[in-house]
């Protein structure tokens, strides 16, 4: 079993029990909202939490990830890395465990960044070797 596995099905654990918890990021694929090694707050979903936007624990087929609510259709909601440029995950509501609260101003940001996705190759390859860890 991965790490990812054992810690964040602690962390999901954690969540269904009603309380927050703080996490660090690892890796580039929230870039440029969130850098490998920012202390993020994850805390229990409470109702109209799954909208447009807003960046979510899921558990993606056996690993997990937090990564930003792109679509939502009646039964399936579709995630991807805002560092990302393709590769969405799609996974039931129920596959969703925890929130981060973002400010109305990152809301707009992620917003003109994911309208940007056809183009964000090129800021992210700038971010990825400014921002390595």
Not at 67 to 84: Q, S
């Amino acid at each position: 079993m991965s790490n990812n596995v054992l810690v964040f099905g602690a962390v999901r654990d954690l969540l269904l029990e009603g309380k927050s918890v703080k996490i660090s990021v690892k890796g580039q694929s929230m870039l440029p909202f969130f850098r490998s090694g920012s202390t993020i707050l994850l805390r229990p979903l409470r109702d109209g939490d799954l909208r447009r936007l807003n960046v979510v624990l899921a558990d993606i087929g056996g690993h997990f990830a937090v990564h930003r609510i792109i679509r939502i259709e009646p039964n399936r909601i579709t995630l991807l890395g805002d560092g990302n440029i393709a590769g969405v995950e799609i996974v039931a509501p129920e596959a969703i465990y925890g929130i981060v609260d973002i400010s109305a101003l990152h809301r707009f940001f992620a917003r003109l960044w994911l309208w940007m996705r056809p183009l964000r190759r090129y800021p992210l390859a700038i971010l990825r070797r400014i921002c390595r860890k």
